[in-house]
């Protein structure tokens, strides 16, 4: 495993055509935090704790169905804020506060007193779910698994260190809470309702699924965490729309209903596995949380680099999506079926529904690709067997790698019948370009 001292300086990742780095952060600026020097080294503690709250995040996402940019936020502040509780407890690193857009000075705890950042980070993340989760179902079970962990901690490490240290926890969620009020997403989702999507263009996007409204089509307004614009990675629909067979889109149209037509077994598979539909899933940027969870336990990882790993993934997830829809609603492109039903055959259906907003590009090339592109910038190259949907009743399957991963991730859109291939190439590129920026941006452990 590559030592993550390394992890933003040493892995080169393929860099899209448009990707033009800009001095927003030098390394050099930062300031690694200083520990306190009574309290325990986070390298020494367990991580479990963090998994049941970011497997808490995931199923309530699902209850709720949370659409898929919205769920990506919810990661996305959840990994902030588990990294900058525990972050006092890593000898070397530095806070976020400077890195990612428009956040305040992240509150530090008095250094001459003890503290215990599992129990920091409990009380931070209760204030986060009980925002970005509203709903009582969460609120109640956010509380019981706080309150568990406060107790289990405290039986640890005594009331006094626990209560100061839940009080440093509960004044850093509220001061997240306050950057995060003011990322726009509010008033996206508020704009969104009244949206009304182009005419002017036979190629434009039209709803496939009756009674629904465009999603998220004022996402790419939301303020992203690392990139310097939300379309500083966007990759321009590079095919001439057309109804000519001999045309290139018409091909690609063909493809998806011939692959769609002659289905494998393992295809379907493979195209179930990763639909990710919210309301039954924790959302797409989901299925990659629960990948982080499982690497905790089979990479054997401390809570300073769990810390890290979801900091830093989270961070590219929600950048992804913002990412992805900013170029959704900047040209809306039909959907495989729409066109296929015009051209080629009326009555065909794709195997998956089709998701109520653009065909391009394709959100889960984005985000798995740059989500597989972090995780291997931190940890190399892995194999590991994904149970993500193995209680759901469907087999586990088994990746040599991140980017084996990602990529089986994007092409199950072509076998889903919901993506053309430029969808899928293209948000590919698009993905790495996303993971690319977040690393040239965001040290953790700055250059010496």
Not at 30 to 46: C, E, G, H, K, R
Not at 67 to 82: I, M, N, Q
Request: glycine share 6%; proline share 7%; net charge neutral.
């Amino acid at each position: 495993m590559l030592k993550f001292k390394q992890m933003l300086h040493a892995r080169a990742l393929p860099i899209c055509a448009s990707l033009v780095f800009s001095a927003v952060f030098h390394p050099a600026a930062a300031q690694p935090t200083q520990v306190t020097p009574l309290s325990p080294l986070a390298s020494t503690l367990d991580p479990a704790f963090a998994v049941d709250w970011m497997q808490l995040v995931y199923d309530h996402v699902k209850a709720e169905t949370v659409d898929a940019p919205s769920a990506s936020r919810v990661y996305a502040y959840a990994g902030v804020t588990l990294y900058e509780a525990v972050r006092p407890g890593i000898p070397g690193d530095v806070s976020l506060s400077t890195q990612i857009k428009n956040a305040p000075i992240f509150p530090s705890p008095d250094p001459t007193l003890v503290y215990d950042w599992p129990t920091v980070a409990n009380g931070a993340l209760q204030m986060i779910v009980n925002y970005m989760l509203p709903k009582d179902d969460a609120l109640q079970a956010a509380a019981a698994l706080h309150d568990k962990q406060l107790a289990a901690r405290q039986s640890v490490v005594g009331n006094d260190v626990a209560q100061r240290s839940q009080a440093q926890g509960e004044t850093l969620g509220k001061a997240i809470l306050a950057w995060a009020s003011t990322d726009k997403a509010a008033e996206a989702i508020a704009n969104a309702k009244t949206y009304k999507l182009p005419t002017g263009s036979k190629w434009d996007y039209i709803i496939t699924t009756a009674g629904t409204i465009p999603v998220g089509s004022y996402w790419g307004t939301v303020r992203p965490f690392a990139l310097e614009k939300s379309n500083v990675c966007n990759i321009p629909f590079n095919i001439e729309p057309s109804s000519d067979p001999n045309s290139t889109f018409y091909k690609q149209a063909m493809e998806v209903k011939t692959v769609g037509d002659n289905l494998t077994a393992e295809q379907k598979a493979i195209a179930n596995w990763w639909v990710d539909t919210p309301g039954l899933t924790g959302a797409p940027s989901g299925h990659w949380v629960a990948l982080e969870n499982q690497m905790l336990a089979l990479l054997h990882l401390k809570l300073d680099k769990a810390a890290e790993m979801y900091a830093m993934v989270g961070i590219t997830i929600g950048d992804s999506f913002i990412s992805c829809w900013e170029l959704k609603y900047e040209k809306p492109i039909l959907r495989p079926v729409t066109y296929i039903n015009r051209y080629i055959s009326p009555r065909w259906q794709p195997f998956l529904a089709t998701p109520p907003f653009p065909t391009y590009n394709s959100g889960h090339s984005v985000a798995s690709q740059a989500a597989a592109d972090m995780l291997t910038a931190l940890f190399g190259q892995v194999a590991f067997t994904d149970t993500t949907h193995v209680k759901d009743g469907q087999a586990a399957r088994s990746f040599t790698s991140f980017q084996s991963a990602a990529a089986e991730a994007a092409i199950s859109r072509l076998y889903g019948g919901i993506h053309f291939r430029i969808d899928i190439e293209n948000g590919v590129r698009q993905g790495q370009c996303v993971a690319q920026q977040v690393l040239a941006r965001i040290h953790l452990h700055p250059a010496s």
